[in-house]
């Protein structure tokens, strides 16, 4: 999703602002030539910004399917138990499945909110070169841009590739909105990070009105508009 603003100017009204009327006022002029050059800054970035830029990134744009995830059990419970904390201490469940599911990192938010990054592509889409052979570790060894990891993937997977893209990572938000100390709310805050170049992603920071997320090969802010980081980091 990409989200962009422009400012227009707005027309005075007046005949003599007008160009077919015989005259154009300068201060009108300036904010027009401001505003056709904001319009072609953003052209130029929703190209450069769009996750979806690269042909052979679309070629296997695949909708996720739906992640498995386990439901209510004693196991939160049991983990507790082998927890040793100091006398006095207190410890309890803030959330558990199926409200939230393989969590590899977290961040709250000023106001409690809790944003949890959610993988479900370890093995089934980002791989431990250790479980390929040498060719597979040379080649991501070799690549030295986001194109060289789609195309390598390509080439030595072939109509496997597609499975690789099966699975998405994705944020949850999770809240205790009536402040008994557990999580009542959960809702999926961003999904789809599926593309065969991403994953894992396992970072999120919550800073202000802003959420960040990491998974490479992309920084993405609240409103999903990802960039591509220029070195891009190896899978090990």
């Known amino acids: 999703m990409k989200r962009f603003c422009c400012l227009f100017p707005q027309s005075t009204g007046q005949p003599s602002d007008h160009p077919s009327q015989g005259g154009t006022n300068s201060a009108d002029t300036s904010r027009w030539r401001i505003s056709l050059a904001a319009i072609g800054f953003v052209i130029f970035l929703s190209g450069l910004l769009s996750p979806r ?124 909105s009536d402040g008994d100390g557990r999580a009542d709310k959960s809702v999926v805050y961003a999904n789809g990070f599926n593309r065969l170049e991403e994953g894992t992603g396992a970072g999120v920071l919550a800073l202000g009105k802003d959420v960040y997320y990491t998974c490479i090969p992309k920084l993405c802010t609240r409103w999903v508009v990802c960039v591509i980081v220029r070195h891009m980091a190896k899978t090990y």
């Not at 052979?133 to 060289?148: I, N």
């Open 53 to 176: 830029s690269s042909s052979a990134a679309q070629n296997l744009a695949v909708d996720p399917v739906p992640p498995e995830i386990a439901e209510a059990s004693s196991e939160p419970a049991e983990a507790m138990a082998a927890i040793r904390i100091p006398e006095g201490w207190e410890i309890d469940v803030w959330a558990a499945e199926p409200d939230v599911a393989n969590v590899v990192a977290f961040d709250i938010d000023l106001q409690g909110n809790l944003y949890a990054c959610e993988t479900f592509r370890q093995n089934r889409g980002v791989t431990d070169n250790r479980g390929h052979d040498e060719a597979w570790l040379l080649a991501d060894l070799a690549s030295k841009t986001v194109q060289d990891r789609i195309d390598y993937h390509k080439r030595l997977l072939g109509e496997a590739a597609i499975t690789y893209a099966q699975h998405d990572d994705r944020i949850r938000r999770l809240t205790d």
